[in-house]
């Protein structure tokens, strides 16, 4: 329960940080906070280890565990190095995402599996706690906003300190849980429909458009036998007409033509994607171009927050391939296998595992996360391995 507690904490922790970002909250140092945590959480896994109620049960898990220590190994060689040329605050920005934050997903990911198999109603109850704390500071942003430009517009950026709030990991938490609630709950129509509209107001478009077709998918997975063939078409239906209204936005866009001010600021982020004039999608491609000459030069061995050094903080490839310059090709070449066999494995276990069928589509969120826009600093990448290995335990068909 202690990693439970743990996880559940992290997943909270962006509902946390907006409200210390405002200031309504004392400011905590959250990934210290973490980190001690984490420091027990070792001493609890290692002990249910030895005593056997928490075995490393498969081969996955288990090369999971040998990836983490690798890379933990590698981000300790670094250090000297690193820390001396980017300055030790900088080094430690990042090693709180892929060491802490990485290991502190991992474990709660695998103890969060055991828990939904044996206690269903009091994981959905802990994750729905969290939902509604997410959802509560898009709210109170969605306000501040209105309050700030009058319109009903998510605020992120204070207009005084011109600091910004981390939108994304907001955005990231909300998807994942939405994901898990989708998995073990009975509600799932309307609480897939909700995720999707806050989600829209968080500004990150990966997290919204991943969720909407990665929740689909996880819905008519899980009721393909109960839809009859009408309401199928409705759906279908349904779709063709959102697709529709889509398309004619953009064109009405297109033609100067303004919908309601109140939410083209919101729906103009997600329709520039399609229009090739979004400017943080070739600021990206810029990166990947320097990324992969920097890649060249290092792809054996890696070079760990090279891109830092090179190119200033956050000037990293917004790809998987960012783990392969920060690690080296053996990390990587593990990772994407790890990734890949889960995926295959869960999909083939999804009908008499239900464990294996919300792994299977949280794997397939991080697959395409880590494809188009999330990088080696991204958490949620261990969370989905830990959790798709550990709910392939059950060969057993069982109900949550």
């Known amino acids: 329960m202690y990693m439970i507690t743990l996880l559940i904490f992290y997943l909270a922790t962006p509902a946390l940080s907006y409200l210390i970002f405002w200031g309504e909250i004392p400011r905590l140092q959250l990934s210290a906070i973490h980190g001690l945590f984490l420091a027990f959480a070792f001493g609890l896994r290692f002990l249910l280890l030895l005593t056997g109620q928490m075995p490393v049960r498969n ?42 934050n990485a290991w502190l997903v991992w474990l709660g990911g695998e103890a969060l599996a ?17 939902y509604l704390g997410l959802v509560f500071v898009i709210l109170d942003g969605i306000r501040r906003g209105f309050a700030f430009y009058g319109k009903p517009f998510f605020a992120f950026q204070n207009p005084v300190s011109l600091e910004v709030y981390n939108y994304l990991a907001l955005a990231d938490s909300l998807a994942i849980v939405g994901l898990l609630l989708l998995g073990i709950s009975n509600r799932t129509f309307i609480l897939y429909a909700v995720t999707l509209l806050f989600l829209l107001f968080t500004y990150s478009r990966t997290s919204f458009l991943l ?4 929740g689909l998918l996880l819905l008519s997975l899980r009721f393909r036998r109960r839809w009859k063939p009408q309401f199928m078409l409705a759906l279908l239906v349904i779709a063709i007409i959102a697709l529709l209204a889509f398309i004619a936005y ?10 309601l001010e109140s939410i083209d600021l919101v729906l103009e982020r997600m329709s520039i994607l399609f229009t090739g004039s979004d400017p943080s999608m070739q600021s990206r491609l810029e990166l990947l171009r320097q990324g992969l000459r920097l890649l060249e030069r290092h792809w054996l061995l890696g070079y760990f927050m090279g891109e830092t050094v090179e190119a200033g903080k956050g000037a990293y490839i917004h790809n998987w391939l960012s783990f392969w310059l920060a690690y080296g090709i053996g990390p990587f070449v593990l990772s994407i ?14 009908k008499r595992n239900p464990l294996a069928l919300i792994g299977f589509n949280l794997l397939v969120f991080v697959l395409l996360a880590v494809s ?15 959790f798709g290995g550990a709910g392939l335990l059950s060969c057993r068909r069982r109900s949550i």
């Open 372 to 386: 188009f826009s999330r990088s080696y600093i991204w958490p949620y990448f261990w969370f989905g391995l830990s």
């Open 114 to 130: 055991y828990l939904i198999r044996q206690r269903r109603h009091l994981t959905w109850i802990a994750l729905f706690v969290v």
């Open 337 to 350: 296998w790890l990734l890949l066999s889960l995926i295959v494995k869960s999909w083939c276990q999804r």
């Open 59 to 100: 081969g996955y898990l288990a090369l999971g565990y040998l990836l983490l220590i690798w890379i933990s190994v590698i981000q300790i060689i670094w250090f000297p190095t690193i820390s001396t040329q980017v300055g030790l605050e900088v080094f430690a920005s990042t090693i709180a995402f892929t060491f802490i």
């Open 211 to 214: 969720f909407l077709c990665v």
């Open 250 to 259: 953009l064109v009405l866009v297109e033609a100067g033509v303004r919908i």
